[in-house]
């Protein structure tokens, strides 16, 4: 993709003059104004650099990239000024994080080195994004398909958890959707440590439970936490895990936007989880949001109506053998061993390692153990077309 430059300037004379020196070097783009760049920033975007004048009327350039900031943090934002005191200089990279600061009048070769620089910054930092990205979804999926064999029970509490928070996300319009997804999906990774009977006993709602047995359940958020804020990056999202539990009231007002989004999603992790343990005794997906929308009246009221416009996904039902289990099935039933210990818990998503695991048991009863399944309408659908 052809990365493009936005300049702003609040005199069309100037940003003509800029299109016409670049125009064989780089894409560019131009706003009049500070309104305008704003504008093009939703209309017209993405853009890896935005370099701005500094001296504009209605809306100066410091505040001009402060906002760009807001809505794109990875765009690599430059300022152009002929007011070149260190009081100005000392805003603009408090309020904006500005990558360069240029001053009038600018020869074409160090603003053309500048452009230069700023568009590899941009490249750098992409990079670095996306390699970050990939190690952590990597080692994501490694824990939860370790959460998926060693705990049925709390794999399945928590892929349920993923997708309320991943459609309330959507519908909150959430920056960074994925941090409150995988909060969901890792809220019960300290339940590795637990005997799963506890597990299915606390998800079923039993509470006679020994002070022991109370404490270690009790304690798995901690434990989950001091797994997760070993992986660089995640210590937000093992915060939100720790505090799943507790009133963390979300205030708008913080000035530190990282602790504010950190505290939003530890509530609608608590949301989530409490929502899903009354939708599994029973009670309504309608009563349920009404019930928590009056306990937790500080929040958005848009994350319960978003729990109750939640539509479960289409399959087509099916008896399937075991050795017919295809990557993408939805179980439709609990799977226990000869003993009753819970093998797989309903609602569980076949993977590969489920797979292996399930051949590993039956050995060579694999034509003979079958379990009901939900097929996903296109994997139905291909598989109808292939016979």
Not at 289 to 305: G, M, P, T, Y
Not at 363 to 386: I, Y
């Amino acid at each position: 993709m052809l990365e493009t430059i936005l300049m702003v300037d609040d005199e069309t004379g100037v940003l003509d003059g800029y299109k016409r020196l670049f125009r064989n070097e780089f894409q560019i783009d131009t706003a009049l104004g500070g309104a305008a760049a704003l504008k093009a920033m939703g209309e017209t975007g993405p853009y890896a650099v935005v370099i701005c004048d500094m001296r504009m009327p209605e809306m100066d350039g410091i505040e001009v990239l402060g906002r760009i900031k807001g809505l794109a943090p990875d765009v690599i934002r430059m300022m152009l000024t002929g007011n070149a005191d260190i009081q100005t200089a000392v805003r603009a990279v408090n309020e904006g994080n500005i990558f360069r600061f240029l001053t009038k009048p600018c020869n074409k070769e160090s603003l053309g080195k500048a452009l230069t620089a700023g568009l590899m910054q941009y490249r750098l930092v992409n990079a670095e994004k996306e390699l970050l990205e990939n190690t952590l979804q990597g080692s994501i999926q490694v824990l939860t398909e370790v959460l998926s064999l060693v705990n049925p029970a709390a794999f399945s509490r928590a892929a349920r958890v993923r997708r309320y928070i991943r459609h309330i996300a959507s519908v909150l319009r959430l920056p960074h959707p994925w941090r409150f997804e995988v909060a969901g999906m890792m809220s019960q990774l300290g339940c590795v440590t637990l005997d799963p009977a506890t597990i299915e006993a606390a998800y079923n709602g039993r509470r006679d439970f020994t002070p022991e047995e109370k404490a270690l359940f009790d304690g798995h958020p901690q434990v989950a936490h001091d797994l997760l804020s070993k992986i660089p990056r995640l210590e937000p999202i093992a915060w939100m895990i720790a505090h799943q539990n507790q009133d963390v009231t979300v205030n708008g007002d913080l000035a530190d936007q990282e602790m504010a989004d950190m505290r939003l999603g530890a509530s609608i992790l608590r949301v989530a989880l409490a929502f899903d343990e009354l939708v599994r005794r029973d009670v309504s997906k309608t009563e349920a949001a009404h019930r928590l929308s009056k306990q937790h009246r500080d929040l958005d009221r848009r994350i319960f109506e978003a729990l109750v416009e939640l539509k479960e996904e289409e399959h087509e039902i099916r008896e399937c053998r075991v050795d017919q289990l295809a990557i993408g099935m939805i179980l439709r039933q609990d799977i226990e061993n000869e003993a009753g210990v819970l093998m797989v818990a309903k609602g569980h998503e076949v993977t590969q390692p489920l797979i292996l695991k399930l051949r590993n048991h039956y050995g060579k009863g694999l034509d003979k153990a079958t379990v009901q399944v939900g097929v996903p309408k296109e994997m139905a659908a291909s598989a109808g077309a292939g016979r």
